[in-house]
Nanobody
């Protein structure tokens, strides 16, 4: 019944910025941990950023200092601000939620997933 919908993907030049949004419907996720993963063909889901119920955040080393994750519980949404984008950031980005307060880097621990949004960074 819970549905996550991402938006904000598209084509951007290297060095540019993009803001992804994910909104949940069906029930409130105010106390759930949320995360962003990304995937390229033939690869497993890669952890990008996570945010816990109390707004504690975590980032992969490849995006730390460039990406910022935040949440707005009143809107049941999570966001990913991506700055200084690189061609290596090109991937399908997914938001995910799990039935727990603290985020995890393991994609197998998340039971709610969005449909994904494509981000392409040109050289």
């Amino acid at each position: 019944q819970v549905q996550l919908v991402e938006s904000g993907g598209g084509l951007v030049q290297a060095g540019g910025s993009r803001r992804l949004s994910c909104t949940a419907s069906g029930r409130t996720l105010r106390n759930n941990a949320l995360a962003w993963f990304r995937q390229t063909p033939g690869k497993e889901h890669e952890f990008v950023a996570g945010i816990s119920w109390n707004a504690d955040t975590s980032y992969s080393e490849s995006v730390k200092g460039r990406f910022t994750v935040s949440r707005d519980n009143a809107k049941n949404s999570v966001f990913l601000q991506m700055n200084s984008l690189e061609p290596e950031d090109t991937a399908v980005y997914y938001c995910a939620a799990r039935g727990g307060f603290v985020h995890s880097t393991d994609s197998r621990l998340y039971n709610y997933w969005g449909q994904g949004t494509q981000v392409t960074v040109s050289s």
